[in-house]
């Protein structure tokens, strides 16, 4: 079993940033694929990236390439989501999730096991 809260969150003016953070509790986090979706009002959820176990492979939606950066630090039990130029269509609550995938991480939702409450992204324009 693995909890995961978010944090993170908040209000950023377009062109800011923000990096949300995922501590998991539980044993075997650094077994676990782990991943970042976020879902906007009326919208359903969406990947935004994917880390492998080791962290040695990343995996990112087109829409937030070369913007958004997935990192972990199993020491610490924790998975951070770095995102710059943010843009007001990246507001959403951000959800992260664990989960044991063939391949080196998963980007369907049905892939994840574990999800945390999500965190609160608001970026203005």
């Known amino acids: 079993q693995v909890q995961l809260v978010e944090s993170g969150g908040g209000l950023v003016q377009a062109g800011g940033s923000l990096r949300l953070s995922c501590a998991a509790s539980g044993r075997a986090f650094s077994t676990y694929s782990m991943g970042w979706f976020r879902q906007a009002p009326g919208k359903e959820r969406e990947f935004v990236a994917a880390?492998?176990?080791?962290?040695?492979?990343?995996y990112y939606a087109d829409s937030v390439k070369g913007r958004f950066t997935i990192s972990r630090d199993n020491a610490k039990n924790t998975v951070y989501l770095q995102m710059n130029s943010l843009k007001p269509e990246d507001t959403a609550v951000y959800y992260c999730?664990?989960?044991?995938?063939?391949?080196?991480?998963?980007?369907?939702?049905?892939?994840?096991?574990?999800w945390g409450q999500g965190t609160q992204v608001t970026v203005s324009s």
């Open positions: 880390i492998s176990w080791s962290g040695g492979r990343t």
């Open positions: 999730a664990a989960g044991y995938c063939s391949g080196y991480f998963c980007t369907a939702k049905s892939q994840y096991d574990y």
